[in-house]
């Protein structure tokens, strides 16, 4: 792919779902694609809700209980899978085809469980983040463009950020001023770049983001369908 590509996605947990109307109104406006990754209990909780956000966005998986990875054995993390699975099914009659692992904590025997149960894309491994904050879990390589984990047929989608490692992602965008990333953006467009939003986040910021990337000529797409561009 030539174009420039941005993933927009918004995890959605903890049951709550407070500003996602606020963020999905911002996507409709400029239209643009999304992927929610949700979590099996706002699945359960939501599922009314959710068919609504089907409609115009991709859902896929956040884990059920949104323990993090590096806190429970593949067992366990099996289970998490194989019961927002068959959730899934019923409310949508098919199954989910990505994968957002809680707090990004993934490892290699973790993408190929996700593999074996059927997903066809992780979006889980930040590829670079400002030294202060380390890494927890994966080891392998850290691409910035979504790429196949050795062997496996799992496409990584990687949540990378502009240059620097400055993630585009909600806490960033709020704290840090949209002069910030309109200098970044000046100086460099990566290839390709996700935004990450969380369903509990709202910040005024987040439009401006989404205006600057449109202004940088960015292509948005959902998981799934930048799965089928890299397939
Ligand atoms: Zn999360």
Same mark, same amino acid.
């Given at each position: 792919?030539?174009?420039?590509?941005?993933?927009?996605?918004?995890?959605?947990?903890?049951?709550?779902?407070?500003?996602?109307?606020?963020?999905?109104?911002?996507?409709?406006?400029?239209?643009?694609?999304?992927?929610?990754?949700?979590?099996?209990?706002?699945?359960?909780?939501?599922?009314?809700?959710?068919?609504?956000?089907?409609?115009?966005?991709?859902?896929?998986?956040?884990?059920?209980?949104? $323990?993090?990875?590096?806190? @429970?054995?593949? *067992?366990?993390?099996? %289970?998490? /899978? !194989?019961?927002?699975?068959? #959730? +899934?099914?019923?409310?949508?009659?098919?199954?989910?085809?990505?994968? $957002?692992?809680?707090?990004? @904590?993934?490892? *290699?025997?973790?993408? %190929?469980? /996700? !593999?074996?149960?059927?997903? #066809? +894309?992780?979006?889980?491994?930040?590829?670079?983040?400002?030294?202060?904050?380390?890494?927890?879990?994966?080891?392998?390589?850290?691409?910035?463009?979504?790429?196949?984990?050795?062997?496996?047929?799992?496409?990584?989608?990687?949540?990378?950020?502009?240059?620097?490692?400055?993630?585009?992602?909600?806490?960033?965008?709020?704290?840090?001023?949209?002069?910030?990333?309109?200098?970044?953006?000046?100086?460099?467009?990566?290839?390709?770049?996700?935004?990450?939003?969380?369903?509990?986040?709202?910040?005024?910021?987040?439009?401006?983001?989404?205006?600057?990337?449109?202004?940088?000529?960015?292509?948005?797409?959902?998981?799934?369908?930048?799965?089928?561009?890299?397939?």
């Amino acid at each position: 792919m030539n174009k420039k590509i941005c993933f927009a996605s918004v995890d959605v947990e903890d049951g709550e779902a407070d500003h996602l109307d606020e963020i999905l109104n911002i996507f409709k406006r400029y239209d643009i694609p999304a992927t929610l990754f949700v979590t099996g209990q706002v699945l359960e909780k939501f599922h009314d809700l959710a068919k609504d956000w089907a409609r115009d966005y991709e859902i896929a998986c956040h884990s059920f209980t949104h $323990r993090f990875w590096n806190l @429970i054995n593949n *067992e366990e993390r099996k %289970k998490e /899978l !194989e019961a927002f699975v068959s #959730l +899934y099914f019923n409310i949508f009659q098919k199954k989910p085809e990505g994968f $957002r692992a809680p707090s990004h @904590i993934i490892d *290699e025997k973790g993408i %190929k469980l /996700l !593999e074996e149960k059927g997903f #066809l +894309y992780d979006s889980s491994v930040v590829p670079h983040y400002p030294p202060f904050k380390k890494y927890r879990g994966y080891k392998g390589p850290k691409p910035l463009l979504p790429h196949y984990v050795n062997g496996l047929k799992i496409l990584e989608i990687p949540v990378s950020g502009q240059m620097f490692g400055i993630p585009l992602a909600g806490a960033w965008i709020r704290k840090l001023p949209g002069w910030f990333y309109k200098i970044l953006f000046f100086i460099y467009c990566p290839q390709f770049i996700t935004l990450s939003f969380h369903s509990w986040e709202k910040s005024e910021k987040f439009e401006e983001i989404i205006k600057l990337l449109k202004s940088k000529n960015y292509q948005f797409l959902n998981g799934a369908e930048i799965y089928q561009n890299y397939r």
